[in-house]
């Protein structure tokens, strides 16, 4: 399916939380500030230069409401879901800032529920996933009780199939139309399981310089083909950056994208696919100096920015 919708805003949706709460005196919950952050370094600003209109969404608080991380988490994906079906309802390109990377699950939901999926083929929807680790754990396989490492096993519906049942719109993404991109901290299980699955890998690499946007490049035209472009959720976990640009959060690691890398592979997605909707998780601006934390900001609304102009250039946004 190729929806041809042109999108006559921006809706830039935000979900400050890390397991569903926010950082405090109390409770350094980390990867939580990243959103304000981001939009602080620039991304209003640069949001507001595509002269469209900008709609901006918070996502409520649940912590009063809902006990446990799993029970908090799986709220704020319900309420994602909404958020994100109501802005392609209404001709809104969905920028969704986040803590936790499974917030892509709720995003996933909110797009298969929308006008542009609704009643689709079960391989409608693909995926792009820039990140230093796989988040293909299931409750069985992760030893580390790190709630946040099954995103995309929970997107491909393998785990917690009951809980999922209750985010409006959920339907498995198959695992044949995700490419993940810059995993490379993985140990020995994590990475058997993912060789066996049906995901396709650009992988990073510490020992060695990776030409990602190639890789990329390949591996689109190896899973999607000659078919035309076609829906996409495109996932950022800021740690898919490589360490040397600075700590996005506490697992980060080198061996990933630099800028550039960065910036090319987001090219290449909007020249073979239809972005739907650009998820970006995972960034502690308190983890590293304050000028890293500005440069891997910069590289973000800026990868953003060659997204918004793709689509421009498609005819899928109104023009300046």
């Not at 959720?233 to 697992?251: E, M, P, R």
Request: charged letters at 20%; one cysteine or more; hydrophobic letters at 40%.
């Amino acid at each position: 399916m190729s929806p041809r919708t042109v999108l006559s805003s921006i809706t830039l949706i935000s979900s400050p939380y890390h397991v569903g709460l926010r950082a405090s005196p109390i409770h350094r919950s980390r990867v939580s500030e990243g959103p304000d952050y981001i939009k602080s370094e620039g991304l209003v600003s640069l949001l507001q230069s595509y002269d469209v209109p900008l709609h901006q969404v918070e996502i409520p608080p649940v912590a009063d409401h809902f006990e446990g991380e799993i029970g908090r988490t799986f709220e704020l994906l319900r309420r994602i879901s909404r958020a994100v079906t109501d802005a392609r309802n209404q001709s809104s390109f969905p920028i969704v800032l986040a803590g936790n990377c499974c917030t892509s699950v709720g995003v996933a939901a909110g797009l298969w529920a929308s006008n542009d999926l609704k009643g689709a083929r079960d391989d409608a929807l693909g995926c792009v996933w820039f990140d230093a680790h796989d988040d293909y754990n299931v409750p069985d396989t992760v030893v580390s009780g790190y709630f946040d490492s099954q995103g995309i096993a929970m997107m491909a519906g393998e785990c917690w199939k009951a809980l999922l049942d209750t985010v409006p719109g959920f339907r498995p993404t198959l695992l044949r139309r995700v490419i993940h991109c810059g995993m490379r901290d993985v140990n020995d299980l994590e990475r058997s399981r993912v060789e066996a699955s049906d995901m396709a890998v650009v992988w990073g690499d510490p020992t060695r310089k990776v030409d990602f946007e190639a890789g990329l490049r390949n591996e689109l035209h190896r899973v999607f083909g000659n078919e035309p472009p076609a829906a996409t959720l495109i996932h950022l976990d800021v740690d898919s950056l490589d360490s040397s640009l600075g700590k996005a959060n506490q697992f980060a690691c080198s061996g990933g994208l630099l800028k550039e890398d960065l910036l090319g592979c987001m090219v290449a997605i909007t020249e073979r696919r239809r972005p739907l909707a650009f998820t970006i998780a995972s960034f502690d601006p308190l983890c590293d100096t304050d000028d890293s934390a500005r440069r891997l900001a910069a590289a973000v609304i800026q990868a953003v920015g060659k997204v918004l102009t793709g689509l421009q250039g498609a005819g899928l946004l109104a023009a300046h």
